[in-house]
């Protein structure tokens, strides 16, 4: 068997094509649009839903 992936461009993202073969017989495909989102874009989609950018601070650790 032979797990394959093929990646292309896509506006705002890109796609991703999952393939598992055995031979000439495919046994799986699977096909993912992935969205990508500039850093400014992504607090403001976030920032929708009351999630807010907190930068990290080298004085508040956690352990």
Request: glycine share 8%; hydrophobic share 35%.
């Amino acid at each position: 068997m032979m797990y394959s992936q093929k990646i292309e461009p896509a506006d705002h993202g890109f796609i991703k094509h999952y393939y598992l073969a055995d031979g000439d017989t495919t046994l799986m495909a699977q096909t993912i649009h992935y969205r990508t989102y500039a850093f400014a874009e992504a607090l403001d989609l976030l920032g929708g839903f009351g999630f807010s950018y907190q930068p990290y601070s080298a004085t508040s650790r956690s352990f």
